[in-house]
């Protein structure tokens, strides 16, 4: 059981580049969820999907992009890098889209990314 | 916006003393959570109290909440080395999300 896996583990970008970062998760969570962790801020939530088909905004959407065509998968697309993105980046899932009881995350290694 | 956020910034200890690390959140909650994160990898959830609780325990991890105050602690006790991490609370607002703070950064001396 391999829980949520992430790729690339590490990536640098160049300014206006564009890349997708990936996570699957083989728990069939119904929640899935992107957070970006810089230094000082903790993290912040990106974009999360309550489903197949279903994506919804968080804090900090601007610049990203994401789908959920599946289950397992929930891609984050940045469309045009900036050096502001520069942080580490996590996917966590969890089994339930409500339910106050059993939002328990599952969180990915994460992925660095540095823009240049 | 963040919801959460702990005090202190960072602690340092010696192994064998306790560790107490506080949480202040700004809105009403349904449950709040503590998250380990060691250096390099991704969160892991340690311990959930619901807002109905005001105390919870889970091995050497003690958790207290107050509604009242909008604030949690997380006390570890008999800190080991291996204890060293950087520790989360995270709050579940909004739409069920997780909304997390700062973080505490421990470092445990042997």
């Known amino acids: 059981n391999a829980g949520v896996t992430q790729t690339p583990k590490f990536q640098v970008l160049k300014t206006g580049q564009s890349m997708t970062l990936q996570c699957a998760q083989d728990?069939?969570?119904?929640?899935m969820s992107w957070y970006r962790q810089d230094p000082g801020m903790g993290l912040r939530l990106i974009h999360y999907?309550?489903?197949?088909?279903?994506?919804d905004q968080g804090e900090v959407p601007n610049g990203y992009n994401v789908s959920r065509s599946t289950t397992e998968d929930f891609p984050l697309r940045l469309l045009s890098a900036a050096p502001s993105q520069t942080s580490v980046y996590f996917c966590?899932?969890?089994?339930?889209?409500?339910?106050?009881?059993?939002?328990?995350?599952?969180f990915g290694a994460g992925s660095r990314l540095t823009v240049l | 916006s963040q919801q959460g956020e702990e005090d202190p910034q960072a602690l340092s200890i010696q192994e064998g003393e306790n560790a107490t690390m506080n949480c202040s959140y700004k809105?009403?909650?349904?449950?709040l959570q503590w998250y380990r994160q060691n250096s390099g990898r991704g969160l892991v959830h340690l311990i959930l109290?619901?807002?109905?609780?005001r105390e919870k325990h889970s091995g050497r991890l003690r958790v207290t909440l107050d509604t009242s105050k909008k604030s949690s602690s997380l006390l570890i006790t008999a800190s080991r080395a291996a204890d060293t991490a950087s520790y989360f609370c995270?709050?579940?607002?909004?739409?069920?999300?997780?909304?997390f703070g700062t973080g505490t950064r421990l470092t445990v001396i042997p």
């Open positions: 809105t009403s909650i349904n449950n």
């Open positions: 728990m069939n969570h119904e929640y």
């Open positions: 109290i619901r807002s109905n609780e």
């Open positions: 999907s309550v489903g197949a088909g279903i994506t």
């Open positions: 995270a709050t579940d607002a909004r739409a069920n999300n997780l909304f």
């Open positions: 966590a899932s969890r089994v339930t889209s409500g339910s106050s009881g059993a939002n328990v995350l599952t």
